[in-house]
C-alpha cells in the first residue's frame, strides 16, 4: 500500500554509483546489489513492526534522510511516512536553518510530508547542564537523543502514528545501540507507539545514502550539530593546523561544501575512521574531563598527527556528519 500522494518516480532514484576500478570490495557488493534491486523495480528490505503502517521518522538532516526515506516510501506495507525535524541541539541557528531548509525542500519535492517542530533550544541546554564537557557518544548524547525522540514519541501518540524511527540511526558516527535505546524508552510512554529498529548502517544502506546525497548536492555538515560538538571539533582542528568549521556558505573549513562523490563520501564515514575519532575523544575525556587548561594541553599531542590533511583537503572523517 504505497503512500497515494507519492508517485514511484518521486522516490525512486536510478542513476546508481559509477564505481572506479579500485573502489573496496564493500563499495562493489554494495553497489551490485542495489543495480539488482533497481532492476527488479527497487523493491524494499525494510521491515516494519507487526501492525505498524503509519510511521513518524525524526529526521536530524537530510543526508541522512535520503536513504531511509527511500527504503520506507518503497514498502508495500506502509500507508504514511511523515518527517518530523525536531532538533533543539543544533548550533547556532544560522546552521540549524541551513539543515531544517535543505530537509524541507526534499520532502517537497518527494510529495512527503513535513513536521516542523519548535527550535527550544533553551530547554535543551538546561538539560544537559552537568554535561557539557562529556564527549560524543557519552551521557550528554543520550539525553540528547532521549529529548527529540520523547517529543517525536508525544507528537506520534497526538496523531495516530503507528511507530517512530529516526534517522541518527543511519550514521556511523552515532551508537546504533544509544539512538535505539533512546527510541524504545521514548515509545515505552504511549499505548499503541512501537519504535522501529533495524540495521540501517548497512554498506548498502551507507552507499546508498551517499548517492543520494551526491545526486540532491546536499550541504555537507562539518560537525554532529550542538555547540559542544562545535567547540570541541574546533579545538581539534587548531591543535592539528586545520581551518575551523564554517557555517554555511559555499566554501567549508576543509574539504567540499557539498556532497558529490558517493564513493568518497562513504569512505569519509568508514568505520576505521569513526572507531579512530571516538577513540582519541574517549581518551581526551578520560584524561582531562572539564579541566580546561588540561584540555588545551592534552590536544598538543595530536599535533601534526594529520598535518598534510589541511593542505591537500583529505581529511577522513572531519567534514561529513
Known sequence: RPNPTMTTSSITYSEGAKLPSNAPDWAVAASERLKQRRENGYKSTCNPPPDVTKVLLHSCCAPCSGAMVEEMCSSPELDQVVVFFYNPNIHPRKEYEIRKEENKRFCKDLGIEFVDCDYDSDKWYDRMKGMEYDPERGRRCTECFDMRMERAALYAHEHGFHAIASTNATSRWKDAKQVDGSGYRAAERYDGV?????????????????????????????????????????????????????????????????????????????????????????????ETGSDLKKRKEALKVYKDRRKNEKDDGVANGLNNW
Open 194 to 286: 512501537k519504535y522501529w529498529c533495524q540495521n540501517w548502517q548497512s554498506d548498502e544502506m551507507t552507499l546508498r545514502k551517499y548517492e543520494i546525497s551526491a545526486k540532491e548536492r546536499f550541504y555537507k555538515q562539518e560537525y554532529c550539530g550542538c555547540s559542544y560538538s562545535l567547540r570541541d571539533s574546533n579545538e581539534w582542528r587548531k591543535a592539528n593546523g586545520i581551518p575551523k568549521i564554517q557555517i554555511g556558505g559555499e566554501t567549508a573549513g576543509l574539504g567540499d561544501r557539498y556532497f558529490s562523490d558517493p564513493l568518497v563520501d562513504a569512505l569519509e564515514e568508514s568505520q576505521d575512521v569513526v572507531d579512530e575519532f571516538f577513540s582519541q575523544a574517549n581518551e581526551l575525556a578520560a
